[in-house]
């Protein structure tokens, strides 16, 4: 999906889903909220991962029940061995439902296995500290955004399509805050409301080479031994967009981009600058606008695009 | 601040004449800031890089010093840049690391057991205290709640099979020997610790419950409370007639004063999550819904630790206990803990 924004270009949807948070140190930062999909594919692993450890709990402590040879008639001790099985089994469930999410998302990753897997975390929605109050808020609500509505469902399935009006209202009513995501603009689940946070994509990227520095950017082309120089009137024809469009153009780095780009800007500046040298030519030519158009914000005068 | 970065530049022991000959080329400005810090915004960028694969503990003292110093100045950095340089991958790189420290540093405390540890020593009352009103209404509600069960069911005692589902023995018509059979003599019983783990595993779901419907304006919370006490008023009415009232109040107390408790708190931490959804004043709705959600989930938490101690009272102590008045004698002891421990006792005031 994408829209149109204010300046008429095309929208990507993880420009739409983008939000400022400011920091306590008053620094605005960019974050990236998660997909409605990557939530949903999150909780799926999550489940299924709880599903399958309380399996393998069950099948260990029957297992160990039957080793101790154990069965539900045993009075004594041996009663008593087995009361305490059933007792960890009540326990292992109880907990798999309601502190999976709570033990992972209080970690220092913020996230649950599920989330780290899609790269989404959660965030305080304010800017400040993640609290360990807001990360217990957010999980308990999930019994009635989740459980609750998989009972009724289950309900509903296992009474095979005889279910009764209360039951369709219940299943509706869950319905209501399963659907919550859908129905607001930051994708707020019910726990997430209550306890002011939201998830948000945790990214991660590499520092790119400065191309200021390398090649034909400071000094003479390898090829041919030229140094380009551009005079201000030559620079200031373009603006901040175009140099970051050039700026993604040169780490691409395809052959015939280049030669494409850099005979657009020669037709723009009227130069003639030859073939078989575009990629030092556009790297001086960057090099040198970039250097202008910094020296332009020094002084407070910025220019957005080559129309400004 | 730059003071800082030659001290933090100092700890990495990197080359620094190499450095500052790499930084004497670059010919532009924004360069040179690029190049004098980069070595800084690196050694940021590993140790958050070690947080997040989860490796804390192999992090040095050292380091974990460093952090909050290294995401300032990562942070200034990136005012500085955004005003000053041109360079969009360094920009976004910026913004992105420095948004990972954010999550480092402002992200949830380390160690479970040192907010335990503040939550019982006085967290958990102040938490309790400050949703003093949505107390009374639920309090209000459950005995409300109680008188509706009593009266509905003397006026009709087909409604009892209403309120209580599941027939066992307890139901209207039954003589009073049978009553009195489900009050004493279970000691011998067997199974009473697995019998435990369910009922917490059952309080404690449907209290969560009590607290999660407080995200619909708190109605259904209230019809929550009002439908079990309304059971609690149906069994009273039914020992009552058989004159057994205080034999009942005695089997009760023992784990009902936490229990009833703990639902009575539950059911408040819902309603204030009500309360601050359908009048948030003169805040936003979500962030009035968040402050209040923060406030009720600690409350919640003392409610899970009340179900386990409630479950653990009803399986051993109350059949352990097998006359009334050493029950009634139990159940005000405890009561009296929890009003002392949530209400009176304060600290570092």
Redesign the interface.
Known sequence: MSARGATGRIVPDAERRKRWLT???G?A???VLASRGARAGAVAIDLFLIGAAIVLTTMALLWTAQGLGLNANL?GPA?HAL??L??VW??A??LAR?AWFL?F??????ATPGKRLLGI?I???DG???????????N??R???LF?PLVFIGGAASSGGDTDVAGWMGLGWFAL?MAMPFLNRDA?R?GD????TWVVE????????????AGA??GPSATTGVTYRFGPEELSVYG?YE??AL?RVL?ENRAETLEEVAATICGKIGWSAGAGDERAFLEAYY?QL??H??RG??FGRRKADKFA | MSALGDKLAGWLGRGAAEDAARVE???????RF??ER?GD??RLEQIVGQ??R?R?KRLSDEDLLALPGLY?MT??A??IAR????????V??L??????A???V?????G?GR?LRGFLGGGWGRAVRSIGPDIVIALLTMVVGTVVGWLLVSSNPDWFYALMPGGDERQPGASRAVLERTLFGNADQ??L??F???L??NN??VS??A???G?ACGVPTLLLLVQNTAMLGALLWLYHGQGLTFELVGWLSVHGTTELFAILLAGAAGLH?GRAIAFPGNRAV??A??????????V??GVVLMLIVAALLEAFARQLLDATLPRLVVGAFILVFWIGYLFVWRRGR
């Open positions: 920091t306590p140190e620094v930062l960019p974050f009075k009663g009361q305490a059933a007792i009540f326990l469930v109880f309601n033990a998302e209080l970690g220092p990753r913020g975390r965030a305080a929605r400040g500290r993640l609290t360990t109050e807001a990360v217990i808020a957010r308990l609500v019994d009635i955004e609750m805050f707020l019910c409301m209550i306890a002011g945790a990214q991660k990227r590499k520092l790119g080479q400065a191309l200021s520095l950017a400071a901040e140099l970051q700026e780490r090099t970039r250097a158009l910094e914000m020094r | 080329e670059a010919a532009l400005r924004s360069d690029r190049l980069e915004w690196k947080i997040e989860g804390l300032r942070a200034s990136l005012s005003e000053t340089s041109l360079d969009q991958a360094l976004d790189w913004e992105t690391l420095t948004q990972r954010w999550f480092a402002y992200g949830p405390r380390a479970l907010w067997d199974g610790s697995v435990a783990a369910m917490f595993s404690a779901q969560i419950l607290f999660a419907l995200f999550v979500l962030d819904a968040a402050e209040a959600g923060r406030r009720a989930a600690l919640m938490t």
